[in-house]
């Protein structure tokens, strides 16, 4: 309901003058015509380049008019889009009068012109976790600008590590966090195209987060995107049946039982990210890693409260039996490879005797 309505304020508050922008088709930005830097833009500049300019909004504050070409020129929008792409209408002058209170209300009145050439991503946003913040009237929550800015727009992942900068200017206890993690070190330090960062889990536009029951029942998937990849896990010697071992397990089947039933009023299901962390995933050796034998103990109490030192060892986790991990399980199963065809071949060889020996007595 509220995104219908949405979409159709969006449509129609559509200044007549607009620059031909795909409106329709779940365009990329790249589909999107891109009318020629205007001459125009010289005259706009002879007022707005003056960095004395200013203007006094409602409440009170000044705020600077100066733009600075060389900002946009740089931009990704540079020598494709001239100034009224952007702000129509404002060839007019004087200017048409606007009543901004804050500071706030002209950022989220100059956002709508990004929505109308790139539409598709627009559309995509009302269904993120910020514009439900948004809609309840929380005004942190980040417009467009807010993660792109506005005449210096970046390419928004190149270098990779921007992305998490960009959400770190709201959530930065959790960006430093994460930025210290195996997955953000190796993003950080090598730009590892390989680790996940925050919109691989979460999205950028579609935003969703752990208050989404059916995200929160996807985390082992997530995971599994990449750990269950062989070529790229071959890469860092890492196995990639810890997916598949954990389906198998009891946690793995409940879990899935369970599905997108999950709610917080249910028990905890131990998933993924229950052993190994979420934003501070470490390697599974790390002295502080949750998995490590020494700290397993405390991560199993946090579910099952009796669990002793050795409850861990009952638990094969991740791994198929093998010779230098599991010993005991690795000859017993090998055993029963060759065991259980032994006895069944004899048995077979029994009956054949038996059978042989009727016949031949006869
Ligand atoms: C003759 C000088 C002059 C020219 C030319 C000019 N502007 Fe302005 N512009 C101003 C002034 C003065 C203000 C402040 C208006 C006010 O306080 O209401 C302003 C405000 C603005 C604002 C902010 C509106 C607001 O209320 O916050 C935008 C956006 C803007 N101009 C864009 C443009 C564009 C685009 C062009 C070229 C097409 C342009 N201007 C040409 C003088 C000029
Ligand atoms: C890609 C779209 C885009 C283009 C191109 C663009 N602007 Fe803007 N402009 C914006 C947005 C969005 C804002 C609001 C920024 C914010 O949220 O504070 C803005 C703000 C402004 C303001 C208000 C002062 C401020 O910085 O907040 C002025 C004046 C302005 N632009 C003038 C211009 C002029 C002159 C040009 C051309 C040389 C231009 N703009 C090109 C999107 C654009
Ligand atoms: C008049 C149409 C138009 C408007 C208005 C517009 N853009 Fe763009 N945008 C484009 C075009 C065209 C490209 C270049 C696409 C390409 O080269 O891949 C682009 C590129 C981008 C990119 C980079 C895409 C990439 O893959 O690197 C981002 C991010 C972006 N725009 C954000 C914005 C934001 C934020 C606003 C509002 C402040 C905005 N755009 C306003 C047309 C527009
Ligand atoms: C919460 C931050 C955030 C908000 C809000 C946001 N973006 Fe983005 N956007 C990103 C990130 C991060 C990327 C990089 C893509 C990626 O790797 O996921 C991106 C990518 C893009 C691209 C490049 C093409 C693509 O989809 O990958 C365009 C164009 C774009 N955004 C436009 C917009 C527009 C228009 C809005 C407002 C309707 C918007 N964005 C709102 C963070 C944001
Ligand atoms: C301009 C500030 C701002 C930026 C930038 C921003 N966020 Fe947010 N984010 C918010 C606000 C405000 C909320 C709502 C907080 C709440 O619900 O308590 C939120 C909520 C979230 C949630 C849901 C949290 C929950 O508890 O349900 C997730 C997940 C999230 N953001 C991820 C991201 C990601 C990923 C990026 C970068 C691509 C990003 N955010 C960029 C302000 C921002
Ligand atoms: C490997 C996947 C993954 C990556 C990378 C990731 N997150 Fe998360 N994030 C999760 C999961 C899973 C949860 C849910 C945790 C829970 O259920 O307690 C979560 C929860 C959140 C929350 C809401 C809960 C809270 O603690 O407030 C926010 C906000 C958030 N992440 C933002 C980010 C940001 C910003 C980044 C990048 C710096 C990021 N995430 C990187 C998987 C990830
Ligand atoms: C986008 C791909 C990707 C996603 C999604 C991802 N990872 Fe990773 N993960 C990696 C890569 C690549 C490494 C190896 C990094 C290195 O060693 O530099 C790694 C390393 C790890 C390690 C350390 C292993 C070791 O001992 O070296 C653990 C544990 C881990 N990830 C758990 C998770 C969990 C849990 C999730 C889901 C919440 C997850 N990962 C999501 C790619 C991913
Ligand atoms: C009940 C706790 C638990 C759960 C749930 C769990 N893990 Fe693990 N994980 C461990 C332990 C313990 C280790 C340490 C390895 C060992 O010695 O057995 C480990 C090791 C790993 C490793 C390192 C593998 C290697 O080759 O060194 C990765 C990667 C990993 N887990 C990812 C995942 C993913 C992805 C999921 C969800 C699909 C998951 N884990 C679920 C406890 C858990
Ligand atoms: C986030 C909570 C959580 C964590 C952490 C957790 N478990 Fe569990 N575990 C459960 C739940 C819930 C069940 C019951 C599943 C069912 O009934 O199918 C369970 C079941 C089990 C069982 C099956 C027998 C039984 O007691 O029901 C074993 C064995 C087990 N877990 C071992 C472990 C080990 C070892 C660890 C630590 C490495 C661990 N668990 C960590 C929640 C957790």
Redesign the pocket.
């Known amino acids: 309901m509220t995104h219908a309505l949405a979409l159709l304020l969006a449509l129609a508050m559509q200044p007549p003058t607009s620059p031909p922008a795909d409106t329709t088709a779940a365009a990329a930005p790249a589909a999107a015509e891109a009318p020629a830097a205007t001459p125009a833009d010289d005259d706009c500049l002879m007022c707005h380049s003056d960095k004395e300019l200013t203007t006094t909004l409602g409440n009170g504050e000044t705020r600077s008019l100066f733009v600075d070409p060389a900002t946009i020129k740089a931009s990704v929008h540079g020598g494709a889009l001239g100034c009224l792409d952007c702000h129509a209408g404002f060839d007019e002058m004087p200017h048409p009068t606007t009543s901004f209170q804050t500071k706030r209300d002209v950022s989220v009145a100059f956002q709508e012109q990004c929505t109308h050439c790139h539409f598709a991503t627009f559309k995509k946003t009302l269904d993120s976790v910020h514009h439900v913040a948004q809609a309840r009237g929380d005004t942190t929550a980040p417009l467009c600008t807010d993660c792109h800015g506005a005449h210096n727009v970046a390419s928004p992942s190149k270098p990779r590590s921007r992305i998490s900068q960009t959400c770190a200017k709201c959530h930065a206890g959790i960006s430093t966090v994460y930025s210290k993690s195996v997955h953000g070190k190796a993003l950080v330090d090598d730009d590892n195209p390989d680790v996940p960062t925050c919109t691989d889990c979460h999205r950028s536009h579609d935003t969703a987060g752990p208050h989404e029951s059916d995200w929160r029942a996807h985390t ?1 998937e997530m ?2 995107t990449c ?1 269950g990849d062989k070529q790229v ?1 071959d890469k860092y ?3 990639v049946a ?2 598949q071992t ?2 198998t ?1 009891f ?2 089947v409940t879990a899935r039982l369970r599905g997108s039933r999950d709610d917080s009023s249910m028990p905890v299901i ?3 990210t ?3 962390g979420v934003h501070d995933i470490t390697k ?1 050796d790390d002295p502080n ?1 949750p ?3 020494a700290n ?1 103990q405390k ?2 109490q946090r579910c099952h409260e009796g669990a002793t030192e050795s409850f ?1 060892d009952a ?1 094969m ?3 198929e039996p093998s010779w230098s ?1 599991t010993p005991l399980v690795y000859a017993v199963t090998l055993g029963y490879k060759f065991l259980i065809p032994f006895m069944i071949g004899g048995l077979i060889l029994q009956i054949l005797l038996h059978i042989w020996r009727v016949v031949v007595n006869r």
């Open positions: 082992p995971c599994a750990h896990m010697g890492l196995s810890v997916h954990y389906l397990d946690h793995g131990a998933r993924c229950d052993c190994h599974t890693s998995v490590l034998k397993l991560t199993c861990p638990w986790s991740h791994y991990r």
